[in-house]
Structure formats: structure tokens, C-alpha cells
T-cell receptor, first 111, second 114 residues
Framework: RKEVEQDPGPFNVPEGATVAFNCTYS??????FFWYRQDCRKEPKLLMS???SGNEDGRFTAQLNRASQYISLLIRDSKLSDSATYLC????????????FGKGTKLSVIP | DAGVTQSPTHLIKTRGQQVTLRCSPI?????VSWYQQVLGQGPQFIFQ???????GRGNFPDRFSARQFPNYSSELNVNALLLGDSALYLC?????????????FGPGTRLTVT
């Protein structure tokens, strides 16, 4: 089983649509969870940290289920500028700076 | 505030050569991590340094080495380059927020080995 698995892409959605990305992780010792976005040939940029209680930032909502080792990201009212690859990321354990990335899911928002 | 900076931005080397990549973290960040990203994959962890000490090492051969300087900048060295070392090399600096260690990436160095 891969350490971090994400939905295979690509996702092609119209502007204004709601899109959900799912991710599972295998390391039960992981304590930090993130979603990054990466534009083509650019560096990953931190989108959101994900907390146990779930968190929301504008049109973006992240959820964490530790029991199922499952993370999700919901994007509402998709914009053209949301087109990017979304990377699910977990750390290796308590106090660890080592991040494990999923392969990413590519999102294309279509006019 | 300046973000993470990396140099050079692009590099072309031939097999067997050695390369040194440089990174300056965000001011106030004491931890630097290095990642390798090949096309179509997520970044893979190579090293992490905190206060000039190695705190983590990924599954990379001994040809890869790194160090961190007193000003928290860092270098990644790769010896005896192979074609498979062609990748985007990313440096990230870290800030601890409670139990979360948020990492911020530099623009990367794109290495091509021919």
C-alpha cells in the first residue's frame, strides 16, 4: 500500500462546480496533514493545514478522519484560477518534519 | 518578507559530474528540508536539517549529501550524477505551529543530467 494515495485524475469541471478530492494515508503515527497546490513547473504552495476538527478557508474545506486515515478537500464555486495539481501531504510522525506527498490530482476548471 | 530562495534555477550537467544546490530559508526559520520531484510524481524527501544538525534522511544513496550553515542556509550536493537524477530539487523551510510543521517551498532548481 502506498503511503499516501490520492484519487487518480484528471478532474475536468465547469466554473462554479463543487469538486472533492480524497486521500488516504498508511502511517498511523502521522500527526500533521496538509493540502498543497502546485501549478505547472512551479513549486508546491501550502493551501491548508488540516485539523482534526476540520477547517474552512473561504471556498476550501478540509476534513480529517484519523480512524479511517482519510483526508478530504472540498472546493466550492470553482474558479479558472483553481486549475492546478492538488497534493495531499502527511508528516512521518510526531515531531517529524519529513513530509510524504501523494502523486497529486490534476484539476482543470473549464469556462 | 522574502520567501525561500534557491540557486541556480536551472542546471545542466553530464553523467558522473558533481553538483551543488543552494537554499536560503525564510528569515526566522531554522529548519530546511530538501525534496526531489520527478515529472508526474509528488516530491520525495531527501534530507532535513535543524540547527545545523541532520534530523532526517530519506531513501536516497550516499551520493546525496547536505549541510546547513550557521545562518541556516543549506547546500545539497550530489556526486557521480546519473541520468535518473534529473529532477526538480526543492528546498523547504519550516515553521512550527503547535503540533504542525508547515513547510514553505522555494522555486526549485531544475537539474538536467545528460
Amino acid at each position: 500500500r502506498k503511503e499516501v494515495e490520492q484519487d487518480p485524475g484528471p478532474f475536468n469541471v465547469p466554473e462554479g462546480a463543487t469538486v472533492a478530492f480524497n486521500c488516504t494515508y498508511s502511517n498511523s503515527a502521522s500527526q500533521s496533514f496538509f493540502w498543497y497546490r502546485q501549478d505547472c513547473r512551479k513549486e508546491p504552495k501550502l493551501l491548508m493545514s488540516v485539523y482534526s476538527s476540520g477547517n474552512e478557508d473561504g471556498r476550501f474545506t478540509a476534513q480529517l478522519n484519523r480512524a479511517s486515515q482519510y483526508i478530504s478537500l472540498l472546493i466550492r464555486d470553482s474558479k479558472l484560477s483553481d486549475s492546478a495539481t492538488y497534493l495531499c501531504v502527511v508528516n512521518s510522525g510526531a515531531g517529524s518534519y519529513q513530509l510524504t506527498f501523494g502523486k497529486g490530482t490534476k484539476l482543470s476548471v473549464i469556462p | 518578507d522574502a520567501g525561500v530562495t534557491q540557486s541556480p534555477t536551472h542546471l545542466i550537467k553530464t553523467r558522473g559530474q558533481q553538483v551543488t544546490l543552494r537554499c536560503s530559508p525564510i528569515s526566522g526559520h531554522k529548519s530546511v528540508s530538501w525534496y526531489q520531484q520527478v515529472l508526474g510524481q509528488g516530491p520525495q524527501f531527501i534530507f532535513q536539517y535543524y540547527e545545523k544538525e541532520e534530523r532526517g534522511r530519506g531513501n536516497f544513496p550516499d551520493r546525496f549529501s547536505a549541510r546547513q550553515f550557521p545562518n541556516y542556509s543549506s547546500e545539497l550536493n550530489v556526486n557521480a550524477l546519473l541520468l535518473g537524477d534529473s529532477a526538480l530539487y526543492l528546498c523547504a523551510s519550516s515553521l512550527r505551529r503547535g503540533y504542525s510543521y508547515e513547510q514553505y517551498f522555494g522555486p526549485g532548481t531544475r537539474l538536467t543530467v545528460t
